[in-house]
């Protein structure tokens, strides 16, 4: 997940996946018909990334619609890059022979850089597409849609002020005491308030060149492991234990993620789009590598990982709450069921203050989980078709 939190351009990604055979309410433009300005379809897989030939490459500031198929063997990633350099629109962990529909409302000129990646990092390839005209004047404005906005950067900041404060605990425990059972407690402490928050945190991370929490598959092809998931190692892996390392990876981290909580200025915008679209990412990055166990590979606490993330999501769409409920008053209840139905679901697996080790999560009970994160994803795909129009 690698997203944005002050955006020059707006994202949207639906909650439509479907096979390449097509799918109902989301199939990919039709290649034989001449698509409209701005509508791409994208071939993606190792090496390749390639919008549909017959597309305008050159379209105006606006909406763009970009259909991601796989083609490859892998899942594949695929990202929205402005001229500035910040990524603008992603979509991760596409699985082979399927599409997923991605719509970014470009408001800045220039050459945008679409990038499509496998996980295992090999075999990453790009285009681009040129935007052309003005930005759009920013004097008219929705004030409920402001207060969404401005709610929701403050939560963001709260988060990041209470992962900073764990941080600085866990940093002074390993420099001071050397306390693994302590260390233990904040690192965990840190990491519910940085899951609630995460699709806002990557993005300015990727611009200050920092990485708080790299997916399982960069050690898997060998590269470094750093920052949260490197402390994972050290305070559980094999051998577990603390040294200079450890100290050092946890200093790292706190600056991390204090240079990102900085760079939320109080002049900063977020729109109702991105809102909208990091409460979709929050669950599609469960239903991803959440729901398989590959994200917390020695804690094995994915169930206090799903807890942080259904927070965030459902603290994001009640913010947008107002905008639903006026253009969509059945949409609000039914997203409200959806959460309370996993949070009921995760509140059999409850162990003292957290949760039982995901080891612990039959394969059956794993499909429930994943059906009803499908159930959601799905829905929220109609909160960003909502707040966008």
Not at 41 to 56: H, K, L, P, S
Not at 197 to 226: H, L, Y
Request: with cysteine; glycine share 10%.
């Amino acid at each position: 997940m690698q997203r944005r939190v002050i955006p020059l351009t707006v994202t949207i990604l639906t909650g439509v996946v479907c096979s390449t055979t097509g799918c109902s309410g989301g199939d990919a433009p039709d290649r034989a018909a001449a698509p409209s300005p701005g509508v791409f379809t994208v071939a993606a897989g190792a090496g390749d990334c390639r919008i549909n030939a017959d597309a305008a490459r050159t379209v105006p500031v606006g909406l763009l619609t970009f259909t991601v198929r796989n083609d490859g063997d892998e899942p594949v990633g695929f990202t929205v890059t402005a001229p500035g350099g910040a990524v603008v629109g992603e979509v991760v962990g596409i699985p082979p022979d399927r599409s997923r529909t991605l719509l970014v409302r470009a408001t800045e000129p220039g050459e945008h850089v679409l990038g499509c990646a496998p996980d295992s990092g090999a075999g990453a390839a790009s285009d681009t597409v040129t935007v052309t005209g003005s930005a759009p004047d920013d004097g008219d404005t929705d004030p409920v849609a402001d207060e969404a906005s401005a709610n929701y950067r403050s939560y963001v900041s709260e988060q990041l002020d209470e992962t900073t404060v764990a941080l600085t605990g866990l940093r002074d425990v390993l420099d001071d005491g050397r306390d693994l059972g302590e260390a233990r407690r904040l690192y965990l402490a840190a990491r519910v308030p940085y899951m609630r928050v995460a699709p806002a945190v990557i993005p300015d991370a990727g611009r200050f060149g920092v990485s708080p929490a790299p997916r399982r598959s960069d050690i898997e092809s060998g590269e470094s492991w750093d920052r949260m998931h490197a402390l994972e190692k050290d305070l559980w892996g094999p051998g577990a234990g603390i040294s200079d390392d450890t100290l050092t990876t946890a200093t790292r981290l706190l600056d991390d993620v204090v240079a990102v909580r900085r760079a939320l200025g109080p002049g900063d915008h977020v729109t109702v789009e991105t809102v909208a679209d990091h409460a979709q990412d929050l669950v599609d990055h469960l239903s991803d590598a959440g729901i398989h166990g590959e994200i917390d590979v020695y804690t094995r606490t994915e169930l206090s990982d799903f807890r942080s993330s259904l927070e965030g999501s459902q603290a994001a769409v009640g913010f947008l709450g107002p905008i639903i409920r006026a253009r969509e008053p059945d949409l609000m209840p039914a997203l409200d069921g959806d959460y309370a139905a996993l949070r009921e679901q995760l509140a059999g697996y409850r162990e003292g203050d957290g949760f039982v080790s995901y080891d612990e999560v039959p394969v059956p009970q794993r499909r429930k989980l994943s059906d009803m994160l499908d159930v959601l994803v799905a829905r929220l795909g109609s909160v960003q078709e909502v707040v966008a129009r």
